[in-house]
């Protein structure tokens, strides 16, 4: 195994100090644990659990612990249940800089190079948060609108 591979046992619970809503499920990380990845990556990290892969950032809960934090979506989608303890593996992210563009968008970006150029600009983590509410809609027409939303705003942050 990789010796920057660490694997062990959690849970994912509800941050309740955290009011309801977006990103309040939590998955305590051990600190030697968190400590070294997050010494490694930057707080980068690839994992998995119970055999559902992620791509996530090192995050303080509400009580200063390093975390990882899932969505309620998220959770729903991959079939987890908060509170049951699972199998964890967690290792430094290859590719911290990536982002996965939702094609919907892509298509967009392409036929608008100047807009283009100002996503490229963009650092990775606020493309990544430009991304998401695209990956997370369920029907076509939502991420298409969503990613013509994204146009929109690039518009506003483009220089031309």
Do not use: C
């Amino acid at each position: 195994m990789n010796p920057d591979v660490f694997v062990f046992e959690g849970r994912i619970e509800i941050d309740d100090l955290v009011e309801k809503g977006y990103m309040r499920h939590v998955l305590r990380v051990p600190l030697e644990v968190a400590e070294a990845l997050d010494e490694t990556v930057g707080g980068r990290v690839l994992g998995e659990i119970e055999g559902v892969r992620f791509r996530r950032a090192l995050h303080r809960d509400s009580r200063g612990r390093l975390a990882l934090k899932f969505g309620e979506g998220w959770l729903r989608d991959s079939g987890l249940e908060p509170g049951v303890v699972m199998r964890v593996t967690l290792g430094p992210d290859p590719e911290p800089d990536r982002v996965d563009v939702p094609v919907e968008l892509e298509r967009l970006l392409v036929e608008h190079p100047k807009l283009l150029a100002v996503w490229e600009s963009l650092t990775p983590g606020r493309r990544r948060s430009l991304a998401y509410p695209i990956t997370r809609a369920k029907r076509e027409p939502t991420r298409v609108k969503r990613a013509q939303a994204v146009l929109e705003e690039l518009r506003r942050e483009s220089p031309f």
